[in-house]
């Protein structure tokens, strides 16, 4: 009887000490990072091999929310929404954030200040023949997430909304954004829930456009920009640009929409995926692809810099520009990064490439920062800037070792590749890779791991 206690109290002991290595990280990354840990369950992989999408957010507090694609093939098969939430150094136990009938895709998340989290999606109906915008909400005080439905409508024609991004403000004032098709055009619209308050109904910000590619910004009094790109396709002989739309405070109304790049022809090329970053005072650093990536800066409330080319690599005419992406701190000062891919003989091989702006709008040389003598293959690039500017990361996935890597700017200059994790997206033609950062001393990455099965994993920096 003995025995059979003395073995049942070491067989507890081992199941309690399995639990804990499942939700605390392995051995030290290194550099201030953790080492890796699984945060989703073993995932059926995306039937195309494709991104299988994540993303992740951080507070200064070390609160953190990850989100992720998760796909079903049995009957008629579906798509949902996982999801795990890090407090006081532990991941939780993954979770279905989403409904799980018909196909919830492509998750944005957002933490605000005063820890309200919010994860957005796509949801399509199992019949393939409605689309809705949908953000699940938890306040610091639920015990519970709230799911609200934004927007719904019929697809067809050339619809091709692709991302609903989320963010929240330092006060817990949620917005999202996103484009519907309207049987015409697409449509840029928002929605605010104030703090103790419904979802506002949704506002078109885009009014005549066809709005493609919608970004958001926020910062923390809940000043908040969209950007998009004004479609060629409706009226092709018009070309295409970038067009800017803010509100000031959370409670703001928006204003028309701006251009703020150059109008491209479309036979000679499109402004596409603009992206926006807000500063503490609500100025904003506004990136896109044109010729090549473009930045243009607000200087003032009614001025801006004009556009310029601050990414162009190697300039090889059949290069091409993946996962560019901007951080900003509160003073404006913005890093943009990319992965770019040299098409050159015996090259083939893409490289992370960096620039940082100042307020002033002025870029420094482009700098490649992976080695180009060895065959680094770089994808899924991510930048990530504290609000006070001390922290500044930008981080990839080096497709060729199978290894996930961050590099720091320290006094002005970009540090070594620092490994953070292993095992990538095997037999996939797209790596993924979220990275936030909370604070000068809080960071966090996610990643996917398809080497044993579709598996999300996370690393923790500080705090």
Request: proline letters at 5%; a neutral charge.
């Amino acid at each position: 009887m003995r025995r059979n206690l003395l073995a049942l109290a070491v067989l507890t002991i081992l199941l309690a000490s399995i639990t804990i290595a499942a939700t605390k990280p392995s051995a030290k990354g290194g550099n201030g990072w953790s080492g890796a840990v699984p945060i989703s369950p073993i995932l059926q992989p995306d039937p195309t091999r494709g991104s299988q999408l994540n993303d992740v957010a951080v507070n200064a507090n070390g609160l953190a929310i990850a989100a992720w694609d998760q796909f079903v093939y049995t009957g008629s098969g579906s798509a949902s929404i996982g999801a795990a939430v890090q407090s006081g150094g532990r991941w939780s136990a993954p979770f279905t954030i989403s409904g799980t009938t018909g196909f919830s895709m492509s998750p944005k998340v957002a933490v605000g200040g005063d820890g309200t989290m919010a994860v957005s999606w796509i949801y399509q109906n199992p019949a393939g023949t409605e689309k809705s915008i949908q953000v699940a909400v938890k306040t610091p005080s639920a015990s519970a997430w709230t799911t609200s439905t934004l927007a719904t409508w019929t697809m067809g024609g050339v619809s091709l909304t692709e991302f609903a991004p989320v963010a929240v403000d330092a006060n817990g004032n949620v917005t999202a954004a996103w484009d519907i098709w309207n049987g015409a055009i697409h449509l840029v619209q928002a929605a605010t829930m104030l703090k103790g308050s419904a979802w506002s109904a949704p506002v078109t910000l885009s009014g005549s456009d066809d709005g493609l590619y919608t970004s958001l910004a926020i910062n923390a009094r809940g000043d908040a920009a969209v950007v998009y790109s004004y479609s060629p396709y409706s009226s092709y002989p018009s070309g295409t640009s970038a067009r800017y739309v803010f509100r000031s405070g959370p409670a703001g109304a928006w204003s028309a929409p701006l251009t703020i790049s150059e109008t491209i022809p479309s036979s000679v090329g499109y402004v596409q995926y603009p992206q926006a970053a807000l500063d503490g005072n609500g100025l904003a650093t506004v990136i896109y692809s044109g010729y090549g990536v473009e930045a243009v800066r607000q200087v003032t409330s009614t001025t801006w810099t004009q556009p310029q080319t601050v990414l162009k690599g190697p300039g090889t005419l059949l290069s091409a520009y993946t996962s560019v992406d901007i951080g900003v701190d509160v003073n404006g000062n913005a890093v943009v990064a990319a992965s770019i891919f040299d098409s050159t003989i015996n090259v083939d091989r893409s490289s992370v490439w960096v620039t940082r702006g100042t307020p002033d709008g002025v870029w420094t040389p482009e700098q490649r920062i992976t080695d180009p003598t060895v065959p680094v293959d770089a994808y899924a690039t991510r930048v990530a800037v504290s609000a006070d500017g001390a922290l500044a990361m930008v981080g990839w996935i080096d497709h060729y070792h199978g290894a996930v890597q961050v590099s720091k700017l320290v006094s002005g200059a970009w540090s070594a590749a620092n490994t953070i994790g292993k095992g990538t997206a095997w037999a996939s033609f797209q790596e993924v890779m979220g990275l936030d950062a909370g604070s000068s001393t809080v960071a966090r990455a996610i990643w996917k791991n398809a080497k044993t099965g579709v598996q999300v994993m996370a690393a923790s920096y500080g705090q």
